[in-house]
């Protein structure tokens, strides 16, 4: 078995892309006699229940919790109560270390106290049973059991916004009324999905959101890293979507929760950074003017990408920067290095490519790219209706502002206007500072 795994990692070790390798080739590496099928098919079988068996064992190993159970299950079976007392200590002692206070810590601290109960001895149990707490052993149930429903109700609420479905769940008003007992509202893995639900079916009301920041701020060092992602990116969906609206104060929100993502570690999958976080980050960072914090970020972070999508974001976040520094003959060169096979760098490659056009007064080629670009935008299937409108749109308003001197101040004060009452315009705000631009130089 150690020969196949060292051939099996020839091929197959980490960070190398999977290929598909003939049976008789993987053989011939490991055996000098002819192929046997049979016996192949066996030895992937073997190595494939080591390997599982290695995974158990890893997973049992890191959780000290679960290992706590087991023992006491196992002393319970084997009539050990008399290691009781040494049990019990070794239990505190993985509690106090255990920095996790997620759902699942709850429901570990429910079995483990339940099955510490099974052992005391029935003589002890009634000479000192006034200090035998069931009462807390029921609550870390509860607990588990009120954060569980609450996380599953905030997922569902997502694939309704998502999918555009009317899921529910069975019983959640019960649920809702439990969580705000205080018995259980302050605990921070109950206090956190319920603000989570709140911001989701409350949105306007944006208290429910620096509540929950606040909480974040708190308590987010209680739970292991993929549940503090979640917790995180549902902030985040929350901002982004005040962002889209147009509320000038979110960007910030954005930003800051973005950081904290990155300080702790939470932004990466394998090392991997989201190409759509990657892109958010640089957008925030420039709409709040961090603009030298962003150009050390596109390049610290540039090879924590795919390596697929790496050189396309890259190159697409450069000409951001650019364009908010205003060297938009460097805006072009970047564009011009992106590929623009992807739907999402096409549309939003091109836009940035007629901002740049304008500043430069390069009208002649301001007007082909709005052709192509408009031609594209109809021709493409991919892309919903509102959001052609919201590119086309975005061309419109160019294209007249573009014929507009300063010295068209009733023109330009009733284009604002339009553009103002016009939702979801791609650039809307550089197309607001540039009519805004030219209503001052007239005063």
Known sequence: MITFLEVAMEYIGEGKEEVFIENEVFWSKIFKEVYDDLKFRKLNSDFNH???????????????????????????????????????????FGRKIDPNRNANYYLHLYNIEKSIFKLIPD????????????????ENLDIYFIAEKLKYYSDILSWNQIYNTSLNMRGIEIVM????????????????????????????????????????????????????????????NYTIKKVNLGLKSYPKESLDLYKKGLRNDLLFIKGVLEISDFRNIVFMGLR????????????????????????????FSLARLETYKKNYNKVIEYLNKINYDD????????????AAYYEL???????SLFQSYKTYINREKLLLKHRKKNYLDFIKYTSKLMKLTKYDQDKLKKLKQDLLDTPGVVNKPWLLEKMDELLIQKK
């Open 50 to 92: 080591l390997v599982e068996e290695f995974m158990v064992q890893e997973e049992f190993g890191a959780d000290k919790q679960n290992r706590n159970l087991l023992k006491i299950q196992a002393l319970s079976k084997r009539g050990g109560e008399k290691m009781y007392e040494s049990l019990k200590q070794d239990v505190e």
């Open 123 to 138: 003589e002890e149990r009634k000479k000192d049973f006034k200090d035998i707490n069931i009462d807390k052993i029921s």
């Open 177 to 236: 009324k439990l969580a705000n007992n205080p018995l259980f509202r302050d605990v921070p893995v109950i206090a956190i999905f319920m603000k989570i639900i709140l911001i989701k079916t409350l949105e306007e009301n944006e208290e429910h959101y620096f509540e929950l920041k606040n909480l974040i701020d708190q308590h987010l060092y209680l739970f292991p890293k993929n549940e503090a992602k979640e917790i995180i990116d549902q902030a985040l």
């Open 288 to 315: 709040v003017g961090d603009i030298k914090w962003v150009e050390n970020f596109i390049y610290e972070y540039k090879e924590n990408l795919e390596d697929r999508s790496k050189d396309n974001a890259f190159f």
């Open 343 to 354: 739907i999402w760098y096409n549309l939003n490659g091109r836009s940035l490519l007629i």
């Open 361 to 367: 007064y390069e009208f002649d080629a301001l007007e």
